[in-house]
């Protein structure tokens, strides 16, 4: 009889172990285990229940009793007086109750049990390697009794093959939860994000929605404050778009980037909404280690049908979307349509370009005038980069504007126009053409290298240049970066000249004008244009004439093409005038001549007081 108990016991666990290591689903093994357990016990009723982290019962297996009974039971919390399972798993010890009608510990939960027949309950806690209870295993009694020796025998190996099983099946959900989820939000992973578009894409058809977004200037705030809080900030802006509701699923690609996938949505006034309710949720400041953030997202959005033919195209349209938005409407929202993906192979394109010209030396510097209106005489020039083609044609920066977004680009671009302008003004100076600036544009990456002065310098003095005969452009996005802003200053301080160029067509505050450190504002060309028939641009050009003067700040107005916009300015006070009326981007042979005709030698002033205003 022992023997064969052995040996019946032998093959349950040989049969439960195979099926833990070959990987059979937790609740087939739990069920499984549950009925051989009952054939090998006459009489006992087994259920095997879980107890999850929040200390609240699970049933898992009980395939005699009814359905309804474990339901019951589902979400109840352990206690001293939970039943047997409940008082056994709080406690950590077995628990025998043979009359379940009069026990105490069962008082609560006598309805639920006693009208199937069953009078008795023995429990025995399943614990993990640590020791802490992760469940337990119970034999329920018709008669009122305890357990025989061969039962308790057999709830033993049962209770060691379940905390074998339960903890193979909680290694299982960790890796499947570690392989899906992103360990520093918590949110669903790129490999998530991929097997759930698959999916989407190969159902039957059926209209939703994809945004991709990130984080704005989240490399600002890790390099001012620290990776720990661009962490932090990325976690928040998780919990942020996890907040407004069902219908999508939030997904962290990597780095700062996201992906919302909404299955409700079907039109593009969904997604503007959906997207706009989410922008909606990073208004309010973040408070991060006595920081105050203040949280943006830039977001572009696809609908699965512009034509997609798989996952990868709907994905590639919502990052063409995304880019489009990080260039034109950052801190918001922009939709794909078919005409972004030409603008993209566009820039493709002249990124390539520039890169090729760079590459081959076929950037020229060409100069155009600033002129003094009154007096007629060149006073400074502003250097403009133009490409030569194979064929010999020269091409203007409009023809190559979408290269520079590309930083590597810019940044080169740059350090060859340094180079070449300082090579052009020593030569002017050879020939006794001493010109008093020459303006070139910097952009943000020319800043964000920490090595713009070194640059300056280096360039400049290989041609004995002196350094105050430069004046550098930016525009008001570009001294938005409080960073920036500081670096213009230095240069400020080293004798050069700053121009805010373009003004009026980015943030255009007149407080910016008291804040930056400038020596010229340069009104855009399409001020210019509406000059002579819009009333109110009229206005604002002429007041912004006579308060750069009593700021003392130089002004220059840029594209004038016409005599009448010419004779306007001058009427209304304008000093320097650039614009394709008085000549167009020529190289540096050509500007000496223009240099010669426009009044001869230009006469060096003192760059203490002269900003290049004529004086009336």
């Known amino acids: 009889m022992q023997a064969r108990r052995k040996s019946e016991l ?19 093994v739990a069920d499984t285990l549950c009925r051989r357990a009952e054939t090998l016990a006459p009489g006992a009723f ?62 609560d939960f006598q309805d639920l049990v006693l009208p199937l027949g069953l009078k008795a309950c023995w429990s025995s806690p399943i614990k993990s ?50 392989a899906y989820h992103d360990q520093l939000t918590g949110l669903f992973n790129r490999y998530a994000f991929d097997e759930v578009i698959a999916r989407n894409m190969a159902a039957p058809a059926r209209r939703f929605g994809l945004l991709l977004l990130d984080i704005d200037n989240l490399k600002l705030v890790n390099d001012a404050m620290g990776h720990s809080v661009g962490d932090a900030v990325i976690r928040e802006v998780g919990q942020r778009l996890s907040s407004p509701g069902s219908g999508m699923n939030v997904y962290r690609l990597g780095g700062d980037e996201f992906a919302i996938l909404c299955r409700d949505c079907d039109n593009a006034e969904q997604m503007a909404e959906l997207a706009g309710r989410l922008l909606g949720q990073m208004e309010q400041p973040y ?33 063409l979307a995304l880019h489009h938005a990080k260039r034109v409407a950052r801190g918001g929202y922009v939709l794909f ?9 566009c820039r493709t394109e002249q990124i390539a370009l520039l890169d090729k010209a760079l590459d081959e030396d076929r950037v020229l510097a060409h100069f155009q005038p600033v002129i003094c209106m009154r007096r007629a005489k060149i ?28 930083s590597k680009n810019a940044f080169r671009l740059t350090s060859c126009m340094l180079e070449k302008v300082a090579g052009a003004m020593r030569g002017w100076l050879d020939q006794g053409l001493e010109l008093r600036h020459v303006a070139i544009n910097l952009s943000t990456v020319d800043f964000q290298r920490g090595n713009l002065e070194e640059r300056l310098r280096s360039a400049f003095s290989a041609h004995d240049v002196p350094l ?11 001294l938005m970066d409080q960073d920036v802003a500081s670096q213009v200053a230095r240069l400020r301080e080293q004798g050069m000249q700053v121009a805010l160029d373009d003004f009026g067509t980015g943030y255009a505050s007149l407080s910016h004008l008291k804040d930056f450190p400038l020596d010229y504002i340069k009104i855009d060309k399409s001020f210019v244009d509406s000059l002579l028939t819009d009333t109110a641009c009229n206005a604002i050009v002429e007041a912004l004439i006579s308060m750069a003067d009593k700021m003392k700040i130089g002004i220059i107005a840029e594209g004038i093409e016409t005599a009448e916009q010419a004779e306007r300015l001058l009427e209304i006070g304008c000093p320097l005038a650039q614009g394709y009326f ?23 002033q003192d760059p203490a007081t002269d900003r290049l205003r004529t004086p009336a």
Not at 13 to 28: K, S
Not at 161 to 169: G, P, Q, T, V, W
Not at 289 to 300: A, F, K, P, S
């Open 287 to 319: 408070e991060c280690d006595r920081n105050t953030i203040i949280l943006q997202v830039t977001i572009g959005g696809v609908l699965s049908d512009h034509g997609d033919t798989g996952a990868d195209m709907l994905r590639q349209n919502a990052d």
């Open 337 to 345: 349509h078919p005409g972004l993906r030409s603008a993209i192979q």
């Open 46 to 107: 087994c259920t095997i229940a879980g107890v999850d982290a929040e200390g609240l019962i699970r049933p898992l297996a009980g395939p005699s009793l009814p359905k309804s009974y474990g339901e019951a039971l589902d979400g109840a919390a352990i206690g001293p007086k939970v039943g047997s399972c409940g008082t056994a798993a709080y406690f950590g010890i077995p628990v025998e109750v043979t009359d379940i009608a009069t026990d105490e510990r069962w008082k």
């Open 582 to 604: 008085y000549a167009r981007p020529v190289d540096g042979e050509t500007i000496a001549t223009l240099m010669r005709s426009f009044g001869g030698k230009i006469r060096r």
């Open 379 to 406: 006073v400074g020039v502003e250097a403009l980069a133009r490409i030569r083609t194979d064929e010999g044609k020269i091409i203007s920066a409009g023809a190559f504007a979408m290269g520079l977004t590309d």
């Open 10 to 28: 032998s093959a349950l666990q040989n049969e439960i172990l195979e099926a833990v290591a070959t990987g059979v689903p937790f609740a087939v």
């Open 129 to 178: 390697p640590e020791g802490r209870v992760v469940g337990t295993f119970a034999f329920y009694y018709s008669t009122s009794r305890g357990p025989s020796e061969l039962e308790r025998q057999l709830v033993d190996t049962c209770v060691h093959l379940c905390a074998i099983a339960m903890e193979r099946d909680e290694v299982s959900r960790r890796l499947r939860h570690l």
């Open 468 to 478: 105050h005969n430069l004046q550098i452009e930016v525009t008001e996005n570009v």
